[in-house]
């Protein structure tokens, strides 16, 4: 089919995940606009997709990820790091861990100093509030009625020591980290109700895809944007074996994710022309900074055996402990299924004198050799568990570029981490504060001894080691869109590619910097203002008589 004859949509929406669900969910609502929103993966029902507890299952199979590896690290023992993302309707709110982190306010405005007007905490704030339904936060500061569900997690034995060590050890306690104040230790947030996942497929698309002006093509993998001179007029994509197209009569929103949004417009000629030409692609519009500034968390854990059989080796190693816990969800949606293995988290400083928490410290209910092993989990053969931590504000900057113009090849991924000293020093600094947290009364009387590293690690030297041999992704890539101004910036504050008409991006790809938190939150704020910025731009250059 030929673009010319290709069905017409006022938006087609590249990407299901968060930013693509709460963007396509937003643009079909009232019937005004016909929205086509096109997925790559299916609409997978698989029952694992929504008990919390599977998703550490889902992230070692095949089904439902994109299974992408990075390049050797130089800085992480010359690993190839596993990078997954999701690849089902949903995207990556479909296979995460759910926790409901929206972000710093100060990091926000800093995005607003950048030069990125109208991206303030003040400014995002209605839109994260529209995102969600927390019906015990402050409405002054959380959602009360919007799409997606949160809960808190309740008293557990570790998450409960964890959480008096880290007063003990003068981390302030915070009951809500999304509300007036970010710092502290406190029960983590999750997009879960009743037991269940609750992501953007069953969110913002459960709600919007009975309407009938909008379409879901799921299994349709987008080859590349169609374009007329420096105009997006459409996507051509593979979907059942054949070659398809339609076109956007007011705009295309790429919403793959900071990989393969990056990739996507590299495949149709929008990117450094330097490079595109060396991989024959004709080059549509010079855009350098296509696939730069690529961020992402280095989670690196110290784990501990545990004095008590209270952790989830415990439960999984023993077959009538985990008969227990499989039915106790089922009839009740309750318990160490209906959560991940991370129930408490804190934000935190590395240095008393900072302004800022610069660290997040996570507790884990379980110990493995490595914990983030992309094919295989082996538990340790004794009641253990591990906290986890990472730099908020990472400043290594990696890329993410095609291989070439094949778009079945996947993407050369560089992380790039622990390239800037700044992130050595501070990785460091977070591990010195697990081992305080964990020396604190409150959990040393749990802890029979540190198993890896184990104490004989003391220098910077044996920690950096350590996270370079165990250290993982916490799968929060960003910033290969950045949004901003200068002539390495791809997209404007309104989230347009410069350059370009009619195309924009709905993802965490746009980030100029990493928000102090996990992504998955953020990542639909984004989606509801894109959403609003092409409302607006239609309603100011609408004639009279659409307006009635």
């Not at 992230?59 to 690849?87: D, V």
């Not at 990056?262 to 495949?267: K, R």
Request: glycine content about 10%.
């Amino acid at each position: 089919m030929s673009a010319t004859d290709a069905p017409e949509f006022d938006f087609i929406v590249v990407g299901g995940g968060s930013g693509g669900s709460a963007a396509a969910a937003r643009l079909s609502e009232g019937g005004r606009f016909s929205v086509l929103l096109l997925e790559a993966g299916d609409d997978d029902k698989w029952i694992w997709f929504r008990v919390p507890l599977g998703a550490g299952f889902v992230l070692l199979k095949q089904r439902g990820l994109w299974r992408f590896q990075t390049e050797p690290e130089g800085n992480m023992a010359g690993r190839s790091m596993f990078w997954p993302r999701g690849r089902v309707l949903g995207g990556s709110s479909t296979v995460n861990g759910m926790l409901w982190v929206r972000g710093e306010p100060a990091e926000y405005d800093s995005w607003a100093g950048l030069g990125n007007a109208g991206w303030s905490y003040a400014d995002v704030l209605p839109f994260l509030k529209r995102v969600e339904s927390d019906p015990l936060g402050d409405p002054a500061t959380r959602g009360t009625d919007g799409p997606v569900p949160i809960s808190r997690y309740g008293s557990e034995t570790l998450a409960d020591a964890f959480h008096a060590a880290c007063v003990e050890a003068g981390i302030p306690a915070n009951p809500d980290y999304n509300g007036r104040s970010y710092e502290g230790v406190g029960y983590l947030q999750a997009n879960i109700r009743d037991g269940l996942r609750m992501g953007g497929r069953e969110t913002y698309l459960f709600q919007a895809r009975t309407r009938g002006n909008l379409r879901i093509e799921t299994g349709a993998r987008a080859r590349r944007i169609l374009t007329e001179g420096r105009r997006a007029v459409g996507v051509a994509y593979e979907a059942g074996g054949a070659l398809r197209s339609a076109r956007a009569a007011r705009a295309v929103v790429l919403s793959c994710g900071a990989v393969q949004t990056p990739q996507l417009l590299e495949l149709s000629g929008i990117g450094d022309a330097q490079l595109l030409r060396r991989h024959g692609i004709d080059v549509v519009h010079h855009l350098p900074g296509v696939g730069e500034n690529c961020r992402d968390h280095l989670h690196t854990r110290i784990s501990f055996e545990c004095r008590r059989p209270v952790t989830l080796n415990d439960i999984l190693r023993n077959p009538l402990r985990k008969l227990a816990m499989g039915a106790r969800f089922v009839f009740s949606r309750s318990g160490h299924m209906a959560a991940c293995t991370a129930q408490i988290h804190a934000l935190a400083k590395t240095d008393p004198a900072l302004d800022r928490p610069d660290v997040k410290i996570q507790m884990h209910n379980l110990s493995a050799a490595d914990p983030r092993h992309p094919t295989e989990l082996r538990l340790d053969p004794f009641p253990g568990f591990g906290i986890g931590s990472f730099v908020l504000r990472p400043r290594s900057t990696g890329s993410i570029h095609i291989r070439s113009a094949d778009p079945e090849e996947p993407p050369a991924i560089v992380a790039n981490y622990l390239a800037d000293p700044y992130d050595r020093a501070t990785s460091v600094a977070a591990l010195r504060l697990v081992r305080r947290i964990a020396a604190q009364p409150a959990l040393r009387d749990l802890i029979v001894r540190e198993v890896r590293p184990g104490p004989e690690a003391t220098s910077d030297e044996a920690l950096l080691d350590h996270i370079a041999k165990l250290g993982a992704t916490s799968y929060h890539p960003i910033g290969t869109c950045r949004m901003g101004s200068d002539p390495m910036a791809v997209v404007d504050a309104e989230l347009r590619v410069h350059g370009m008409d009619g195309l924009r991006i709905a993802d965490a790809s746009i980030m100029p910097t990493m928000v102090s938190s996990n992504t998955n939150a953020p990542s639909f704020m984004i989606g509801e203002r894109c959403a609003q910025f092409l409302r607006d731009d239609a309603r100011s250059n609408a004639r009279p008589e659409d307006l009635r």
